[in-house]
């Protein structure tokens, strides 16, 4: 419950493959704080689907729905929040704003079942750099995570099995990456300037199997 982080949380129900709610959570957001310096970007799903299930082809309804919220989604909070960020005063470095957006090691090394989802990570890796440097312009910096295995909603869904045998194939620490840890690195990139254009790997050293 964000109100039991206290007043300077505020939460708005969003969809972000919507336009419309989008604004209004940036709008509402400015005018409660008076303007928007930072932007992350963690919405994502990641059902696996095979290309060719027992049912037949992988249905498009599947594919559209990953790439419109994981890639398109991005997007669409990318530049809405970046037109605000213009407005803000620039600090000693001409900086305005920062948007951190997340990807996956899974937009570089894929399994089995994760066409849909590897291909919307990736997505959010090759945008990362034109963005940036269209941005720099403008004082605003453009990074994106790669997280590996983490404990979140989306791998919790996973059968227990699958979550125990997942949870171990990182070399070290040999465990799931923690909430606070990416926090940590998100926190690193708001206050490090020179952080800017790039992906950045935050997976104790793993390299996804093919499955």
Request: aromatic share 6%.
């Amino acid at each position: 419950m964000s109100s039991e982080l206290g007043d300077a949380v505020l939460f708005f129900n969003t969809d972000v493959t919507n336009e419309e709610t989008v604004r209004a959570a940036i709008n509402n957001t400015i005018d409660t704080f008076g303007a928007i310096h930072v932007a992350i970007n963690c919405a994502g799903v990641g059902t696996p689907t095979k290309v060719l299930t027992k049912e037949g082809p992988m249905p498009m309804k599947h594919f559209n729905q990953v790439m419109q919220i994981n890639l398109v989604g991005t997007m669409i909070v990318t530049r809405l929040v970046a037109e605000k960020m213009l407005k803000n005063t620039p600090n000693e470095d001409g900086e305005r704003g920062v948007i951190i957006n997340t990807a996956s090691i899974a937009a570089f090394e894929g399994q089995i079942g994760q066409a849909a989802y590897s291909a919307s990570k990736a997505g959010v890796v090759g945008m990362t750099l034109p963005i940036a440097r269209e941005f720099a312009d403008y004082g605003i910096r453009v990074v994106t995570i790669a997280p590996g295995l983490f404990e979140t909603p989306m791998f919790a869904g996973l059968p227990e099995k699958a979550r125990e045998a997942l949870s171990k194939m990182a070399p070290f620490p040999s465990r799931l990456g923690k909430p606070s840890e990416f926090a940590l690195l998100v926190k690193q990139i708001i206050e490090n300037p020179m952080l800017n254009a790039c992906t950045i790997r935050l997976d104790a050293a793993l390299r996804m199997a093919g499955k």
